[in-house]
């Protein structure tokens, strides 16, 4: 068989590289197996071609698709993102493909349970779908043998997959219409070849042409003929790739076809989109075209603006959980509204109330009401939601917040300021905490006792006073990662005890004046229920507004504690010469892990030597070999379970790591270096180092401590091995670690060529001699030079006294470029065992 007896991840990669080469397939997306994308982008981003479940062994097809189909519905992926043409199964022998629009209607199934395991095949759920679903693969699958049909396969690949213009598009129903409109103005109005000041003469609106748009079938003609109920209230009719005016009193004023200046944009915008809309919303869209307002917003300097695709869609997430009419069914206040944007494509202004602390954004609002937003005027109002008593509100809103059942039906939706009172410089203690930024109001005076630390971030102290003085509203909240993840909110939890329902996560940069790298998350909260926070998992969402899967948020609090905890835990020596360099310990979290670095001497910073150097290793390694993105930016370091107490290789590889790393900056300028990892012979040094220590420490010289030396650590210095890196006794590593200790000797050795007039360490406390280094210029040549010093050596600094990021010295440039990428070979090495030993969580 073609690809027997090899693992999952495996055969996907060689389905992928035999068959689907000229497509994408390294996207994830969420717990889809395999995917399918074409390498181009066009206007509305790629539109996958294939969603596929994987299986090593050898299954039947319906039960392949049955936990492929089970798996997009628990995630509801088909709403967060274009669905695709094919859905697909394959395993060792075959692949099958079926039309996704062939069965898309079973995600839309009522009272069905979607959150059952996909790979259980014995659930009631799954043997249901599997029944549901049997008759229509047979009709309408495709299956070819990788062997017997390879000519077959690849023709359909090359007919069908590659040319899939043709999706499962999203459907338009009385939530989206609005949202759809608002792209639609910035996208298709633009191209349509038309005076529209004239039109609007004739009272003629854009709207008017959307309408037109959302009324027409797949083929891009006029639907909805026989309905004359709607037919008859558009005033503007799609005809022949172009409108033409159908209000009966002026169509003779624009007899000519209006057309588009571009109809390859046009046809690349309603591809996403199922026309008509849905039968059920046909009615309310046509009476609701009132609703159809373009929303221009103000920003008001320094405001979060939300963006509009955020908008949309925490605005389809609040549809998910609270159903299709929870306009209808819910009143919505936003008591942050600034000038009211998160509140663009809500549709019953009767349910809608918009509060904020500025007069001049009240004005902003009342004037898009003027001009046709749909709020009312009386909903709108001033009103300083962390001072102002409740009996300033509109008496309908109070009657609302004092009905214990109406109460159940609110939700408080907004997107607070995200000012705080700290910085990065009363983290590293270089500064003063703001003034006046979160503390000055009666909200924070009221509940910094019960929150504690939380009480600095202003998103808290809403969510403080809606939970406290809203009990069993509903909450829809932009805001950042603290309230779940820091060791900081810890109190805030305690008192928030409320269940977190839904959530998703996007970057903090696509919000206006945001230019931090971290995330920022939708929450939805119900407070009827009571409970503890422990662990939710979001979805993700990129920079363009595409889904890219499942991210696990924990709570701190119900675990051993933090990575601050577990290497304060091990015994430090105070005696002078023990001591080879301090380590920086200040906080536990991604943010902040530049904090942690290795020195002479590191702010708050802890004694290393012997005793601790592998626990110290360890502790830096883990924290400085995954790389930060927005994502894992507020992503705490656990306490690790004691796996890792065994791993020996584990253990090397971050001695290694730690050695060669950026955050070791220890430099023989602040003292003796200790940290040299080859004797004068295999560098063919100038003259003798100043300390062995490290060559001499992983050959096994230096005596192991007894635990109760070292503290915790009863197998960590029993190694013995007969290839450490200079060759003797000690110490055993990785073939990932040899590649950087032979990369690192070939950058050391370079150094040592560099000519010396001095007699080095013999004739100076400091081992510095005069050299002439490169490029003519005079350098101080240094036997006992670190990495951070040889660095310095041919890089420089510039005039602000910063080190430059790059050299003149070629050699010295592919001496560096080759050591860092060994490194970062034996971090991809490290990093699972990061996650497995609970350092991190997945």
Not at 257 to 277: C, D, G, M, S
Not at 539 to 568: Q, T
Not at 619 to 625: A, G, I, K, P, Y
Not at 638 to 661: A, G, M, R, V
């Amino acid at each position: 068989m073609k690809y027997k007896n090899i693992r999952e991840e495996e055969l996907k990669n060689k389905v992928g590289a035999d068959w689907f080469a000229t497509f994408d397939t390294t996207e994830i997306l969420g717990n889809i197996d395999f995917t399918v994308f074409p390498k181009q982008y066009d206007l509305n981003g790629r539109t996958p071609l294939l969603w596929a479940e994987a299986k090593t062994g050898n299954f039947d097809i319906p039960t392949m698709f049955v936990q492929l189909i089970l798996t997009i519905g628990k995630a509801r992926t088909f709403d967060k993102t274009m669905p695709p043409a094919f859905l697909g199964a394959f395993d060792f022998k075959k692949i099958a493909f079926v039309p996704y629009i062939n069965i898309s209607d079973i995600f839309y199934m009522n009272d069905f349970n979607w959150n059952v395991t996909p790979s259980n095949h014995e659930t009631k759920e799954f043997l249901l779908i599997k029944e549901r679903i049997e008759s229509i693969l047979n009709k309408n699958t495709y299956v070819y043998d990788y062997e017997k049909d390879e000519k077959e396969l690849q023709t359909f690949i090359k007919n069908n997959v590659a040319k899939a213009t043709t999706t499962s598009k999203l459907k338009i129903d009385k939530n989206n219409f609005i949202p759809i409109y608002l792209r639609w103005l910035e996208v298709v109005k633009p191209i349509i070849d038309v005076n529209w000041d004239d039109l609007k003469q004739a009272n003629i609106m854009d709207s008017d042409f959307y309408l037109a748009d959302l009324f027409v079938d797949d083929k891009d003609t006029q639907a909805l003929e026989d309905d004359s109920s709607i037919r008859d209230n558009l005033f503007v009719v799609f005809q022949n790739q172009g409108y033409k005016i159908a209000k009966e009193n002026i169509k003779q004023m624009f007899d000519a076809t209006i057309n588009l200046k571009n109809k390859e944009a046009y046809l690349q915008f309603w591809k996403r989109y199922k026309r008509p809309p849905l039968k059920e919303f046909q009615d309310y869209i046509i009476e609701r075209r009132d609703l159809l307002v373009p929303q221009d917003i103000r920003e008001r300097k320094g405001a979060f603006f939300t963006p509009r695709k955020w908008v949309e869609l925490s605005q389809k997430y609040l549809t998910d959980y609270l159903g299709q009419n929870w306009q209808d069914d819910y009143y919505i206040w936003d008591c942050a509204a600034g000038t009211g944007n998160l509140l663009a494509g809500l549709t019953n202004k009767y349910h809608i109330y918009a509060s904020t602390l500025d007069q001049a954004d009240i004005s902003v609002m009342h004037e898009r009401i003027d001009g046709g937003a749909n709020l009312l005027k009386n909903n709108v109002f001033q009103f300083d939601f962390l001072n102002d008593d409740f009996s300033k509100l509109p008496q309908s809103l109070q009657d609302i917040i004092n009905d214990e059942e109406k109460r159940k039906k609110l939700v408080v939706y907004i997107n607070p300021p995200y000012a705080e009172a700290g910085n990065k410089h009363t983290i590293s203690g270089t500064g003063e905490h703001k003034e006046n930024t979160t503390n000055n109001n009666i909200t924070h005076t009221k509940y910094k006792k019960v929150i504690g630390k939380a009480s600095n971030e202003l998103f808290t102290q809403f969510l403080a006073r809606i939970y406290a003085e809203i009990p069993n509203s509903k909450i829809g909240i932009f805001c950042k990662l603290k309230n779940l993840q820091s060791p900081n909110f810890k109190d805030f939890r305690r008192f928030f005890q409320t269940k977190l329902e839904k959530t998703f996560i996007v970057p903090a940069d696509t919000f206006d004046n945001v230019k931090g790298i971290f995330p920022i998350g939708f929450f939805i909260y119900n407070l009827e229920i009571r409970d503890i926070f422990s662990e939710v998992e979001s979805d993700i969402f990129n920079k363009k507004g595409e889904y890219i899967g499942i991210k696990k948020l924990y709570s701190p609090d119900n675990s051993r504690g933090f990575i601050n905890n577990w290497i304060k835990k091990y015994k430090r020596t105070n005696e002078v010469s023990e001591i080879i360099g301090q380590i920086g310990v200040a906080r536990n979290d991604m943010q902040n892990k530049s904090l942690c670095y290795i020195a002479i001497t590191a702010g708050r910073g802890l004694n290393i030597s012997r005793n601790t150097i592998f626990f110290d290793s360890i502790f830096l390694t883990v924290q400085s070999s995954i790389n930060a993105s927005w994502l894992n930016d507020r992503d705490p370091f656990f306490y690790p379970n004691d796996n890792w107490q065994t791993d020996i290789e584990f253990q090397n590889n971050c001695l290694t790591y730690s050695l060669f790393d950026g955050q070791n900056r220890i430099t023989s300028k602040d003292g003796t270096n200790h940290w040299i990892p080859f004797t004068e012979y295999e560098v063919n040094a100038q003259d003798k180092f100043a300390s062995n220590f490290m060559t001499d420490f992983m050959k096994g010289k230096i005596a192991s401590p007894s635990p109760s030396e070292g503290g915790e650590q009863p197998t960590l210095f029993q190694q013995t091995a007969p290839t450490p890196p200079s060759g003797a006794g000690g110490l055993v590593f990785s073939e990932e670690a040899q590649a950087v200790f032979n990369a690192g000797r070939a950058l050391w050795t370079y150094y040592h060529t560099h000519p010396s007039t001095s007699s080095g360490y013999g004739g100076t406390s400091s081992g510095y001699a005069t050299s002439s280094g490169y490029g003519g210029e005079s350098k101080p040549y240094n036997v006992n030079a670190s990495l951070y010093d040889i660095r310095e050596y041919f890089q420089g600094r510039n005039e602000k006294g910063r080190m430059n990021s790059k050299s003149d010295d070629a050699t010295y440039m592919e001496l560096i470029g080759n050591l860092r990428a060994q490194l970062a070979i034996l971090a991809d090495a490290i990093k699972p065992k990061v996650y497995a030993y609970g350092f991190l969580k997945e």
